[in-house]
């Protein structure tokens, strides 16, 4: 982002002036020794939430010691950025184990589909604009590379339940449900796939079937201009494709409400 590199003061912690103490879901612990006038005066709502939180002094290195829930390892992409300027992209092991006989159909390697998710989701609860952007980018470019990842469900469930919602979802994340939508239509095992998760988040549905109907819509007009010029020969063939194109589509809503009404039948039983 063109401004100074402070990364070593974060990470010697020279010259800080208080330290931030994460614990994580898991009890995963650690200390970011930080300096206030690089953080706060970018991040006023973690400015908000230390002041709110319960703090002890230091004696011996003359700090504040601040508690915060927190998940360490994405605080520390927040802090990465506030320091640097750049977003850090980071690789993890996938979180979902295949089907008994599905572990060669779907991809398990390393990714940052849950870390850059997660990552939005710090971003947007501290209002950081600008890493929110980066992440999604990220998280875009990371999504179109795994549409055949056995941690796609997980993601976009996740996704979807802390960022459904938000109002940086459809400028920064929107091109996410049109690729899912793409691989749907062309995939049968992609559909099978992400069956459950869409049942679960009702948005995602949604958002798939506007992906799709908006396909459609640039689909048909192409079509239509092809009709309005073709003789009445490939006229017909014409019309047989968009006819398809329109089943095509109205065969997923389908699909997805009888999706609905066997998880339904499923969670009752």
Known sequence: MGRLDLSSLLNTGMYADIHLVCTGKKGNKQTFKIHRSIVFSQCQKLKELVLKSSTLRDEFFGVDVVDLPLEPEIFEGVLALLYSGEYQVRYQAAETRAEDGEEEVWDNTP???????????????FDIIDLFSESATGLCAAVRNALFHVDLPAV???????????????????????????????????????????????????????????????????????????????RIRVLSTMSNAVLAVVAEMMMIGTWSKKEMRGDAG
């Open 156 to 234: 976009l469930d996740e996704l979807y339940a802390t960022l459904g919602t938000s109002p940086y979802f459809t400028l920064h994340l929107a091109s996410i449900p049109h690729m899912v939508a793409h691989k749907m239509k062309r995939f049968k095992i992609v559909r099978t796939h992400l069956r459950r998760v869409l049942f679960k988040q009702p948005v995602l549905a949604a958002d798939i079937l506007d992906a799709t109907t908006e396909a459609l819509e640039e689909k048909w007009h192409d079509l239509l201009k092809l009709y309005k010029t073709s003789k009445k020969a490939r």
């Open 111 to 125: 990714h940052s589909l849950f870390y850059s998710t997660r990552i939005c989701g710090m971003a947007q609860q």
